[in-house]
């Protein structure tokens, strides 16, 4: 792996941890827990997948990629606020 593609992943998980402690909702759920008197630890693993594309299949690859998640994958996405390439305005603002 090269440094590049090292530091692009230590990026895409710097992003992530921004956009979870940025969360307006998350925020709102971890004090209604510390009003129940409970203390709050939160904990996330990502797993990022690389799959290295040649360089005749950049385009095809970028089409079918987005026909891969699922609605689940398109909302957890949405909640971290990671806007899927090719996604219509209207999926979003009906996933809000």
Request: no cysteine.
């Given at each position: 792996?090269?440094?590049?593609?090292?530091?692009?992943?230590?990026?895409?998980?710097?992003?992530?941890?921004?956009?979870?402690?940025?969360?307006?909702?998350?925020?709102?759920?971890?004090?209604?827990?510390?009003?129940?008197?409970?203390?709050?630890?939160?904990?996330?693993?990502?797993?990022?997948?690389?799959?290295?594309?040649?360089?005749n299949?950049?385009?095809?690859?970028?089409?079918?990629?987005?026909?891969?998640?699922?609605?689940?994958?398109?909302?957890?996405?949405?909640?971290?606020?990671?806007?899927?390439?090719?996604?219509?305005?209207?999926?979003t603002?009906?996933?809000?």
């Amino acid at each position: 792996m090269t440094s590049r593609l090292r530091e692009l992943i230590q990026q895409l998980g710097e992003a992530i941890h921004e956009s979870v402690i940025e969360s307006e909702q998350i925020a709102g759920v971890v004090q209604d827990i510390r009003k129940q008197g409970f203390d709050v630890l939160l904990m996330l693993e990502a797993t990022i997948g690389l799959n290295e594309v040649s360089g005749n299949d950049t385009d095809d690859a970028e089409e079918t990629d987005s026909a891969t998640f699922t609605k689940n994958d398109r909302d957890w996405l949405r909640r971290l606020r990671i806007s899927v390439e090719g996604e219509d305005e209207a999926d979003t603002i009906e996933g809000e």
